[in-house]
């Protein structure tokens, strides 16, 4: 295992040797977020008078206020500001946090935005880690890779109950504000799209390739955030792919866009299907906000966001699922998504599009609900958004599928499924 330690100024070692290490639950020290506190990240531009390049300040209590296995809930907020910075190159910086602090010995972090995941171990605590080390890291790895973008960057760390649950509505409205930036663009009249590859380091053979209406898995990179990357560094990774020859226009497979992943993921997936989760599906790495599977008795699929914790008709939980199907490889029947990408037009369009969802958890429903009601509209079921069973009417096929027959939800009538 080769260890490089940069120049980071924290008291545990630090590199991409320890990108993929998991805090277990007994060595935490400190947990944050994965769905048992509040928890967001951002990055947004700020004026140069108003950011003290470096200064990290921890709002609330730290490490040393609380006692061994604890859980807080957190904000990360970053300000950057330059004159190259581009409120476009928020998400961008925004979704580094993910591998930056993962590179820090003994501290896991996974997800991002409002469901991100942050364990400290014991074993970074006894060497001296504290949240403060959090906004060191970030500010030194930001001015090494992104230094050419801004100028000044300062960290805020809130901890305080109060204050961080006045900044999740802030940052949600941030994330909506961005992932609607891209409505209206189609896959159709864009000849690009852009590779993603950054996960590449947990899912070795993963590439995301993000199309104007395939937002990607993570829910934090969309075709415009891949584009401005690529602005920022163009031998990065993410790199424009020609889509080339249209081979199926239906289950969206391109030629250009098969050639580039065959290569990206070393051989290892020869052909992907943009919008299908039956066939050839997409490559799933662990970061994924939605994980989609078939139901073959429902004639239609289901949906599971991270933060739901309980069984699903599919027979796994999230945890399961994202374990199974969260290395890289394609897997027939399953597919990572992200949760704005079920109102996208495109969404398994090549299965019989949104008609077929049948089952989601109830907090996802009421999360998209004002999209999902509108494309509802589009497809021609104003009411699809209450055809869709939740585990309110149960948590396997044999208990939606009386549900679903009571509505006459879409999915029952359609071509099976399963071809
Ligand atoms: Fe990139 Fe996909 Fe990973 Fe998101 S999930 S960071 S789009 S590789
Ligand atoms: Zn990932």
């Not at 140069?48 to 807080?72: A, F, N, Y």
């Not at 930056?100 to 003994?106: D, R, S």
């Not at 504000?177 to 663009?185: L, T, Y």
């Not at 009417?393 to 679903?404: K, R």
Request: negative net charge; charged residues 25%; contains cysteine.
């Amino acid at each position: 295992l080769k260890v490089t330690i940069t120049e980071v100024p924290v008291p545990v070692a630090y590199g991409p040797a320890f990108e993929g290490e998991r805090v277990r639950k007994d060595d935490v020290y400190l947990e944050c977020g994965g769905g048992k506190t509040p928890c967001v990240e951002l990055v947004r531009i700020a004026d140069m008078d108003k950011v003290e390049d470096g200064k990290v300040e921890v709002i609330g209590p730290d490490i040393k206020d609380v006692q061994p296995g604890s859980r807080l809930p957190l904000a990360v907020v970053v300000e950057v500001a330059g004159r190259r910075m581009q409120e476009d190159y928020e998400p961008i910086l925004e979704r580094q946090i993910h591998h930056l602090v993962n590179y820090a010995q003994g501290v896991m972090h996974i997800g991002q935005r409002d469901i991100a995941w942050y364990r400290i171990g014991k074993a970074a605590v006894e060497k001296g880690f504290t949240l403060e080390h959090i906004g060191k890291i970030l500010h030194a790895k930001f001015h090494q890779d992104f230094g050419a973008i801004f100028d000044k960057c300062q960290v805020k760390i809130y901890t305080d109950e109060a204050k961080v649950k006045e900044w999740v509505p802030v940052a949600q409205k941030v994330y909506k504000e961005r992932d609607e930036r891209i409505e209206g663009m189609t896959d159709e009249t864009t000849e690009t799209y852009y590779s993603c590859i950054l996960c590449q380091s947990f899912a070795p053979t993963h590439v995301c390739v993000v199309s104007p209406e395939r937002t990607g898995l993570c829910g934090a990179y969309n075709w415009l955030d891949c584009k401005a990357s690529h602005e920022i560094n163009p031998t990065g990774p993410n790199q424009p792919v020609n889509k080339g020859e249209c081979l199926d226009p239906k289950l969206g497979n391109w030629k250009g866009v098969n050639e580039f992943v065959e290569m990206a993921s070393r051989g290892a997936v020869k052909s992907v299907n943009f919008y299908s989760v039956v066939y050839d599906p997409m490559t799933t790495c662990g970061c994924c906000e939605c994980i989609a599977a078939v139901l073959p008795m429902c004639n239609g699929i289901m949906t599971v966001n991270r933060e739901y914790m309980g069984m699903t008709p599919c027979g796994m939980k999230f945890t399961t699922l994202a374990g199974t199907i969260g290395g890289g490889l394609v897997t027939p029947g399953f597919v990572g998504h992200a949760k704005y990408n079920i109102t996208q037009r495109k969404f398994i369009v090549g299965d019989g599009g949104i008609k077929r969802m049948v089952w989601m958890p109830k907090m996802l429903k009421e999360e998209i609900r004002e999209r999902l009601i509108r494309r509802g509209e589009e497809v021609g079921v104003p009411n699809l958004v209450d055809m869709i069973a939740t585990e309110e009417q149960g948590v396997t096929e044999d208990e939606i599928l009386p549900f679903l027959q009571e509505v006459g939800h879409p999915a029952l009538s359609m071509e099976p499924i399963l071809g």
